[in-house]
């Protein structure tokens, strides 16, 4: 079957098979069962990392190497090792060991409340945060010069921190401290990749380590550039304007699967070779590209599948979920999905027009093209022209000048949100406390109709308007496609009238 029968079956079949990949597509875990490593941020309940909810009861915990843990000091918004194993639908597992780390602990030394996004400078490490980053024990309006923090968080591609866990030293509730507290407010760290190595320093970010006489852990490491130590000093630690180290770790790999177990890395893109590709046709594979993913070395193949985009997407800087295996002779993940976070359209509407490969959606008054290939599965026919039934579309925009959203997942009896028109994308540019841009489309959220929470945080909580502006990036775009994804926002309209009734931020 040629690929324009395929298409036009889309249209008049009841229901088309996923092929899997493609832009969107229903999630899956890619039959990636078994013992492995996962690493990436993580969220309570017991331990759940990328996607999948590991028991911790029987695991081994360790914070920032200390071992004396238990699962109830894991907390929201670390960023977690997790060896372990998981069954067969690739949702459930059982956790033998959760390492979690830290990227810098030490005093703010500078704070900028007017960028976008906001930020903080420690020991010579840029700290940005958003509207994805959890506060404990300090609010961003908390932070000032000289301020006690602990920052979990993913570098990327510049090496700062995109900041998920902030920790404060204040204890507000009494004997609480050893759960929700740092792990050891006297010690200053910095975690991080070596660069500029003399015989004596090294930077981590734009902070100069002096060894000195640091004891090096293991016995005999080796400190070289690209590789990731952890420095520790016992204030005060910064002596003409040097870190002076008192103890540093070399980390080694540990933490990496075996050769050919399963491994899930998430984290910024960097190091990309090729930044700009062409997308094939559905029959074509796509190209394999070497990049690193958290400092992670990662290839992909012909076969690698890509969900929620394409992998014309892929660029450096970008957020993303490598799964695969691991191949210890190369020391590589080698990946057989790619899973870009943040980056899914999400559209609710009424069909206006239609032909064999796209058709339009009106949103709320709003004009949106959407593209059908052969990777888009669908739930039933698409309803004839000016309708009351309402479709729903999950996608990617496609790269281009024009606005045109690929459809990985069309849905015609699955709307939520009571059938009201819904547009959800990643913003592309902003006005403070008036409008944002998804798909092109300027909308004015300064006042929605909710008569509760009108704008909604990540975790479903009502929040301020200021708050959520605070929260929005906009995304740094070229021509026609946007090179770093903006905070991914929902916008729900009123029924047949083009007003707003809430604003959500997704992840």
Known sequence: ??????????????????????????????????????????????????????????????????????????????????????????????????????????????????????????????????????????????????????????????????????EGSEIPVIGQNSITGMTNPSVDEIRGAVSNRTINTFNLGDQVVFIGSATIVPTGATISNGGVVE??????????????????????????????QR?????????????????????????ALSFKVAGVSVTTSGSTRYQSGVYEDMTNNIKVEAEGTWNDNTKTLVANKIEFKRSVVRLQGFVTAQNASTFTLNIAGHSVNVEIDSFTDADAALPANNSNTCVQVRGQRKAGPSVVVTAGEIRVNGCGNGGRPVLQAPVEAETPETLITLLEISIDVSNPTDTSDKWVNTADIGISRTEFFNAVVAASSSVGSPLVAGTLVKVIFNENVNTVRQVELED
Do not use: W
């Open 231 to 260: 420095v520790h000093c016992s204030r005060p630690c910064i002596i003409n304007n040097q870190f002076v180290a008192t103890r540093i770790e070399v980390e080694d790999g540990s933490n990496r699967p075996g050769n050919g």
């Open 1 to 166: 079957m040629n690929t324009y029968s395929r298409i036009t079956l889309l249209i008049v079949s009841l229901v088309l098979t996923s092929c899997g990949g493609g832009s969107g597509g229903i999630a899956d875990n890619g039959g990636m069962g078994g013992t492995g490593v996962s690493m990436g941020v993580m969220t309570k309940g017991s331990v759940i990392v990328n996607g999948v909810r590991y028991e911790d009861n029987s695991a081994s915990i360790s914070i920032d190497d200390d071992t004396t843990k238990t699962a109830a000091h894991l907390q929201n918004g670390m960023v977690v090792s997790v060896r372990g194993t998981t069954d067969n639908t690739g949702r459930g597992g059982t956790a033998q060991q959760v390492s979690a780390v830290i990227e810098v602990r030490g005093t703010v030394t500078s704070k900028d409340a007017n960028s976008n996004p906001q930020r903080f400078e420690v020991l010579g490490q840029t700290v940005i945060v958003d509207d994805l980053t959890v506060y404990s024990n300090i609010t961003f309006g908390a932070i000032a010069n000289n301020t006690l923090v602990e920052v979990h968080g993913l570098r990327d591609a510049t090496g700062d921190i995109r900041a998920t866990r902030v």
């Open 263 to 287: 491994f899930e890395m998430e984290g910024m893109v960097s190091d990309l070779t090729i930044p700009i590709l062409t997308r094939a046709l559905p029959s074509s594979p796509p190209p």
